[in-house]
């Protein structure tokens, strides 16, 4: 008896609810958000990690002897001077070419992330979205405390040859300068939305928050995913980051 009573009492709640939702009327999704596939200010971060095997010395360990730092993955945001924008100066001694315009050695010119729509038949809109990404040529990489240094002897008959900074024992260092590895470059879209959209790789690009090689372009189709109006196509974007880095 008890179960009947507990069946008809579901079976009248369920028949309430659906009276209720028939009459509900949802309100649509703004245009401006299902066909939002536009990036933010600064369009693209850009960051370095290199990994340092028995290269810094832990000053204070095993009993105060030191010991070797068997591996240290060192990472850093690297782009946020040319998201928000540089004045450069070429001290490279010879010309440099930036989005086209030649600037001769020694003169200066503001330079930024920057956005560039050209035609393209094949894109969703007949429209390509160049996203032009400029990262400085070398990177500092800072060990944690003066505990641990790098040992500039480390780096004999390496690839590696970096520029020491702050000697704090004899030959060994607080920081190094390397060059930025453009085939290893971790970078990310800065979306407008980030919620509201998924970015895929487009023939083979690597994919974006992971190292990947951007000594060439790539390109990415950024697709928004909020509910929109039946019968609405999804809003689509084919954007191509170009990476340059500058000395």
Known sequence: MKLKNILIAAVCCLTALSGCQSGLVYDEVPESIYTNVNLGSGLAKVRVRELFTNKIWQVNHNDGKGQWLENWLAQTLISESF?????????????????????????????????????????????????HVFSPANVMYTTPNKGHLFVASAFDGDNLHPVFV????TGKYRSA????RQDALVIELILEDMYACRVEPVNGAPTLGA?????????????NTTFRPEGV?????????QVQLLK
């Open 83 to 131: 998201q928000n924008g540089i004045d450069y100066t070429n001290n490279t001694g010879s010309d440099v070419t930036i989005m086209g315009k030649v600037l001769k050695a020694g003169e200066t010119m503001f330079v930024q992330n920057t956005l560039e729509v050209v035609d393209d038949s094949s894109a969703p809109d007949g429209k390509k979205y160049i996203i």
């Open 166 to 169: 702050e000697e704090v024992e």
């Open 177 to 180: 300068i390397v060059p930025v």
């Open 211 to 223: 190292p990947g090689d951007f000594t060439k372009p790539h390109q990415y189709m950024v697709i």
């Open 233 to 241: 196509p999804e809003t689509r974007r084919l954007y191509e980051i």
